[in-house]
């Protein structure tokens, strides 16, 4: 049976939060909108307010998860991120983005968190 698109990312973004709460991680928000794009996933580690990326693949014929949070979506994560900072008040001691890439194949999935990947 073949997953569409929404029901892939949905699926992920499941897994994912479901590893970052095993983590530690508490989930503010999912799926945060606003104009000029989406969160996957807001969520605090301890002080820090983490904004996540999820990624999720069924193979890696075209590349990695990660390799999908390109230069230009990490663009728009950051402007979102501005957006959710300036609607929300929170004693954060800092901010971070993280990517959560996931790789759905016959072996289970294959989840990797990846803390602080790229500069915010």
């Not at 699926?11 to 909108?33: K, S, V």
């Amino acid at each position: 049976m073949s997953l569409d698109r929404r029901s892939l990312g949905h699926i992920g973004e499941e897994l994912a939060a479901q590893a970052l709460i095993q983590r530690g991680y508490t989930i503010r928000e999912r799926n945060w909108r606003t104009r000029g794009g989406e969160i996957d996933l807001v969520a605090t580690e301890g002080e820090v307010l983490v904004f996540v990326e999820v990624k999720t693949r069924r193979s890696l014929a075209f590349g990695t998860p990660q390799e999908a949070v390109a230069p230009a979506k990490q663009a728009r994560l950051r402007q979102a991120a501005e957006l959710y900072l300036q609607t929300h008040q929170g004693s954060w001691t800092a901010v971070r983005f993280d990517v959560v890439a996931i790789t759905l194949n016959g072996s289970g999935p294959h989840l990797e968190v990846i803390p602080n990947a790229f500069e915010g």
